[in-house]
């Protein structure tokens, strides 16, 4: 199967450099008329810009436009998507890799290190997707893939207010899944793991964030093999008329793809009319920690079912059948 872009619209935000670069480039190979949106010059003053790419595109016989309005407020999201509009008449997908990054401990974050990193990853994602929505509603069809971070699902140090950010496009993506869905838009998350080219940024890690990266027993932080080109086939695919999945998150990196879950066990469900104290709830954590038996909701309502469905066991009932559609 030719998984083709021909005919299509997409907007790349952070499309000047990085995983976003490459990104634009491959959808611009596969046919796609690309909107390169990168605001340049702030977190990464050198290096190629959203220009660059561009001209990259366009001299290999792609359709490409610039865009450096920032998805950070309301104005700039809606610039961005009239900006597809104005030039290729519609926007069939959004890849959200927009992002930049203040990294202390948590007891030396400040607020002015805390809005820009939850402007730019988080409510740029609102402010991207928001004004897209309509057009993809009428049309019948989107694709809408949101740079998350497995920093946002297992943490790290020096990193609260971006794994906070990140955190907060899982749940997003989750959400327009389940409202997308019926309307032919699919939404799914991205946690990247990619070396970048290395450049002089304001905003580097500090040192002893990267000693932390020693535990793994590598030289290096992120492995060789974690390369863009190696990463940037599962978003292509998340993009594509070809993705059936939605409301997912995947890792990409060195090569090897995953699905990124959170599971709800079974746990232990205490014994009917009674009125558990936090002492029963030490007693039995074992039970509630216990991972041998898991669900993997899809929605807030399948954990309430799967509730449900415990206590009605435990109880000798039966539950109604699930309404279907």
């Known amino acids: 199967m030719k998984i083709s872009f021909e005919g299509q619209v997409a907007v ?17 190979r596969r046919g796609a008329s690309v909107v390169v949106n990168d605001v340049g010059g702030l977190d990464r003053p050198e290096g190629p810009s959203a220009d660059d790419v561009v001209a990259e595109i366009r001299a290999a016989g792609g359709k490409a436009v610039t865009s450096y309005d920032s998805v950070a407020t309301p104005e700039g999201g809606r610039a961005i998507v009239q900006c597809a509009l104005d030039n290729f008449g519609t926007i069939d997908a959004i890849l959200h890799y927009a992002g930049t990054w203040r990294s202390v401990l948590y007891e030396e974050m400040t ?3 805390i809005d820009p990193v939850i402007d730019v990853h988080l409510r740029g994602a609102f402010f991207v997707t928001q004004p897209a929505w309509e057009i993809m509603k009428a049309k019948g069809y989107g694709r809408i893939v949101l740079c998350s971070s497995s920093t946002g699902v297992f943490g790290r140090r020096f990193g609260s207010n971006y794994s906070a950010a990140k955190a907060g496009l899982i749940g997003l993506g ?31 890690p500090p040192k002893e964030m990267l000693a932390d990266y020693k535990v793994t027993g590598l030289p290096r932080p992120i492995p060789e093999e974690a390369t863009t080109e190696r990463l940037v086939p599962l978003p292509t695919y998340l993009a594509s008329k070809a993705c059936t999945v939605s409301g997912e998150a995947f890792s990409g990196g060195g090569g090897r793809y995953s699905r990124v879950f959170v599971g709800v066990t079974d746990g232990w469900l205490s014994p009917k009319d009674s009125y558990p104290t936090a002492e029963d709830i030490a007693e039995h954590l074992d039970e509630i920690e216990d991972r041998s038996a898991f669900i993997v909701p899809n929605s807030i309502y399948d954990e309430l079912r ?8 435990r109880d000798g009932t039966v539950l109604p059948p699930v309404l279907e559609d």
Request: charged share 20%; glycine share 14%; proline share 5%.
């Open 12 to 28: 790349v935000t952070g499309g000047g450099g990085g995983i976003g670069r490459v990104q634009a480039l491959e959808l611009a």
């Open 111 to 113: 607020a002015e290190q």
């Open 174 to 204: 989750r959400t327009l899944s389940l409202e997308g869905r019926e309307h032919g838009i699919l939404t799914n998350c991205l946690m990247p793991i990619a070396r970048s080219p290395v450049q002089k940024y304001p905003y580097m």
């Open 306 to 313: 799967a509730i449900a469905d415990q206590i009605a066991k």
